[in-house]
């Protein structure tokens, strides 16, 4: 398990979640786009969804618990720039399943 750690406060992902959206806002915020990125807590948290305004001026840190780099799914990748770039900011959707091999 990961954490996004934002302006102090530390949000635990599983490693690929966090690698899929490391990339996603690394690629908003070399653009120089703040945006909302929103996401729905595992079960057992008390809060039930968060949401926080990323922008370049707010200290940012990704801490992984893997050393090996995550494989990044360029599906996945593009439903999550399309989510950021929409008004209501980035909604952190899970993988889609794989379609059953027929």
């Known amino acids: ?4 750690i934002y302006d102090g406060q530390s949000f635990d992902f599983d490693d690929r979640a966090l690698a899929h959206l490391q990339a996603i806002i690394t690629m908003k915020l070399r653009r ?3 945006f909302l990125l929103t ?13 926080v305004w990323i922008d370049n001026a707010i200290p940012l840190r990704y801490e992984f ?3 090996t780099p995550e494989h990044l799914d360029d599906q996945w990748l593009n439903v999550l720039a399309d989510h950021a770039s ?11 399943a794989e379609p059953a091999a027929v």
Do not use: K
């Not at 398990?1 to 996004?4: F, S, V």
């Not at 929409?86 to 889609?96: I, Y």
């Open 86 to 96: 929409r008004a209501s900011g980035l909604m952190f959707v899970p993988q889609a």
């Open 1 to 4: 398990m990961g954490a996004l």
């Open 65 to 67: 618990t893997s050393p």
């Open 39 to 51: 996401w729905t807590p595992d079960d057992g948290e008390p809060i039930g969804r968060y949401a």
């Open 32 to 34: 120089r786009e703040p």
